[in-house]
């Protein structure tokens, strides 16, 4: 009798948790996203009110809100008893494209996650023929910016990447770092910061070995 009541007992819990809304679903708390609001991220989430919180699929909602461009992860959970949480890591700019008018934002793996009418603060121009994830000279000029030092970066009013091993930099006052391929890219910026206080408008690290100024 022991063994069949603690069966019936169970049982009722797992129909309570897993069958009614008791402890369904009653707020989808977000954290974490500011270039989304937080009523966008639950739409995409799609998580209706009064779902038991046992039976959410975390793992395929959390995939639906990684559809949205501005959000590099997101970890989901069950609070407990009621609340659904979701915790997002938006992508960072480093480098922007202009487009229509505007820009459009780039995070370090070429994803254009987000678009601004004036130039953000901080981040690189680069001038692309295509711009995205898939363009070798997209992912050759964000690997150079990722070398750049504080002493080039001042300077810098865009990069040029014709082809994956044609990027120059552009400088103030005229002044350009022909750069090359992306290969080496330290040791062409340690160079280069070097050279800076040299005379000349062209400074040519392409081959950093064997460096030309005019």
Excluded at 36 to 62: F, K, M, N, Q, Y
Excluded at 95 to 124: N, Y
């Amino acid at each position: 009798m022991v063994g069949a009541l603690a069966l019936a007992v169970a049982a009722a819990l797992g129909w309570v948790v897993f069958g009614t809304s008791v402890l369904g679903v009653r707020e989808v708390r977000v954290t974490g996203s500011i270039i989304v609001s937080a009523d966008d991220v639950r739409a995409v989430a799609a998580v209706a009110e009064g779902t038991p919180l046992a039976r959410v699929d975390v793992d395929a909602v959390r995939s639906r809100v990684r559809t949205l461009p501005s959000i590099a992860d997101a970890v989901v959970r069950r609070a407990w008893p009621t609340t659904l949480a979701i915790e997002v890591s938006e992508r960072v700019g480093v480098a922007v494209v202009s487009f229509g008018g505007g820009f459009r934002i780039l995070d370090r793996e070429g994803v254009a996650f987000t678009a601004a009418t004036s130039r953000p603060p901080g981040l690189v121009l680069l001038r692309l023929a295509q711009p995205g994830p898939g363009d070798p000279a997209t992912r050759a000029a964000l690997r150079v910016i990722a070398a750049l030092t504080p002493a080039l970066r001042a300077p810098l009013r865009a990069i040029v990447a014709d082809s994956p091993a044609r990027i120059r930099l552009e400088l103030a006052g005229g002044r350009q770092v022909i750069w090359g391929g992306p290969e080496n890219s330290d040791l062409k910026a340690k160079v280069a910061t070097s050279l800076l206080s040299r005379p000349g408008l062209t400074i040519d690290v392409s081959a950093p070995e064997v460096v030309t100024v005019r």
